[in-house]
């Protein structure tokens, strides 16, 4: 079974400022994993992914995270805060192609940024 | 390019009746279309899982004779909420993925629906 953890619900940041949101996961098998973002009542967009290529993987908007195995971590960054960025962001695991690319997703961080 | 579309974007309906939401591929074949609930604040739950001419997989506890999956072609998946109560109100939203896209889901919009 896969599971993902987002620590906190809501982070504040000020503009400008670094966003970091936390991501782990369990997975029993290479996972690959995933940052979405969603705004007020709109669906998912895909931030950035990771697909066992290289560990720090560079997102759209600036966001990247970085893979870290021993960590079972996913975290994802931002060096500049926007007041564009406030929204949910979600992270999430998928098992291998044959599971037929289900997603576990995790419970999401609010994100508010503050002028 | 994978653009996913979803119809209505809200909807309002009576308790007792069924209502149809529509999820399409606009410019891919998805061989696979998974369909979410989202309460608020809350994050999205998987109901189902629906193959191209096949029946639908559904997750443990969503019943399957209330929320009516169909995937009837490669860029169409309807979820039907029958005789609709107002618990059932929530955000839906679907994402299809193809052969192709390996890993990847695209979401559509969500759906909007209040049942009074």
């Known amino acids: 079974a896969q599971s993902v953890t987002q620590l906190g619900s809501h982070v504040s940041v000020s503009e400008g400022a670094l966003v970091l949101l936390r991501c782990n996961y369990s997975s029993s098998v290479p996972p690959y994993l995933f940052w979405y973002v969603q705004y007020p009542n709109q669906g998912l967009q895909l931030l950035l992914k990771y697909t066992s290529a290289a560990t720090l993987v560079k997102g759209i908007n600036g966001f990247e995270a970085e893979f870290k195995k021993s960590e079972t971590s996913f975290h994802l960054t931002k060096p500049s805060a926007h007041m564009s960025d406030a929204a949910e962001y979600f992270c999430a695991v998928s098992r291998d192609e044959a599971a037929g690319n289900k997603l576990t997703f995790g419970g999401g961080t609010r994100v508010l940024v503050k002028p | 390019g994978a653009v996913v579309s979803q119809h209505p974007s809200r909807v309002i309906c009576k308790s007792g009746t069924s209502v149809k939401i529509e999820c399409r591929s606009l410019?891919?074949?998805?061989?696979?279309m998974f369909w979410y609930r989202q309460f608020p604040k809350q994050s999205l739950m998987l109901m189902a899982t629906s193959n191209e001419g096949s029946k639908a997989t559904y997750e443990q506890g969503v019943e399957k004779d209330k929320f009516l999956i169909n995937h009837a072609s490669l860029t169409l998946s309807t979820l039907t909420v029958t005789s609709a109560h107002p618990e059932d109100s929530s955000f839906y939203i679907c994402?299809?993925?193809?052969?192709?896209?390996?890993?990847?889901?695209?979401f559509g919009p969500g759906t909007r629906l209040t049942v009074t």
């Open positions: 994402s299809a993925s193809s052969a192709d896209s390996r890993y990847e889901q695209y």
């Open positions: 410019d891919f074949q998805a061989t696979t």
